[in-house]
């Protein structure tokens, strides 16, 4: 899988819980990305990173936060789980053509 | 907000026919990709197609892209069993957007 792997692969938490998932890579792309994907919604942009310590908004960051200490590892974090939050979460990377490789995913059940 | 659309959102065919999905997406776009997903799975990248060109193929794999009416079509030749999965059509949008915008996907079941 494109030398990402994602942690972990599945999720039990509550409401209100702090919950973080890691992505890590071990292709030395500087772009990195989290997305949730949910029925009837696809799959959408909730942060994304373009190098150590550069990260952005997506279209649904509200609720998610993020960081990039190296250049490997992405994690996102659920400051308050909220079940709203139920979802598959996948991270990707970027090659230079913006060809887009994904995780495995994490299954996160908030309840 | 999506920006492609993929037509149908759900297909059935039998093994050995042919499958064509289309994507219709809203702005302007440096490329076009087509990515797959086999269930629990993550998202497989297929093949992309640049603003500058018409159509392309990869294996069974053919897209056209037409920019003037915003669309996009793949098509899987003879289609086996193991095609079946889900497929999204994916916009980088032009000015070397950081970003790709992923409709909601179709769901193409390939019957032995």
């Known amino acids: 899988d494109a030398g990402i792997t994602q942690s972990p692969r599945h999720k039990v938490t509550e409401t209100g819980t702090p919950v973080t998932l890691r992505c890590h890579q071990t292709e030395n792309h500087r772009y990195m990305y989290w997305y949730r994907q949910d029925p009837g919604h696809g799959l959408r942009l909730i942060h994304y990173s373009y190098g150590v310590k550069d990260t952005d908004k997506g279209e649904v960051s509200d609720g998610y936060s993020v960081s990039r200490s190296k250049t490997e590892d992405f994690l996102l974090t659920l400051e308050s789980a909220t079940s709203s939050q139920t979802s598959v979460y996948f991270c990707?990377?970027?090659?230079?053509?913006?060809?887009?490789?994904f995780g495995p995913g994490t299954r996160l059940t908030v309840l | 907000s999506q920006q492609g659309e993929e037509d149908p959102q759900a297909l059935s065919i039998q093994e050995g026919e042919n499958a064509t999905m289309n994507c219709s997406y809203k702005t302007s776009i440096n490329n076009l990709q087509w990515y797959r997903q086999n269930s629990g799975r993550g998202l497989v990248h297929l093949i992309l197609?640049?603003?500058?060109?018409r159509e392309k193929h990869s294996g069974r794999l053919r897209v056209t892209l037409d920019t003037s009416k915003k669309s996009s079509s793949l098509l899987i030749t003879a289609s086996r069993a193991a095609d079946t999965a889900s497929y999204f059509c994916a916009t980088e949008g032009s000015g070397g957007s950081e970003k790709l915008v992923f409709g909601k996907g179709m769901k193409l079941t390939v019957n032995p």
């Open positions: 197609i640049r603003s500058n060109e």
């Open positions: 990707a990377i970027r090659d230079g053509v913006n060809e887009q490789f």
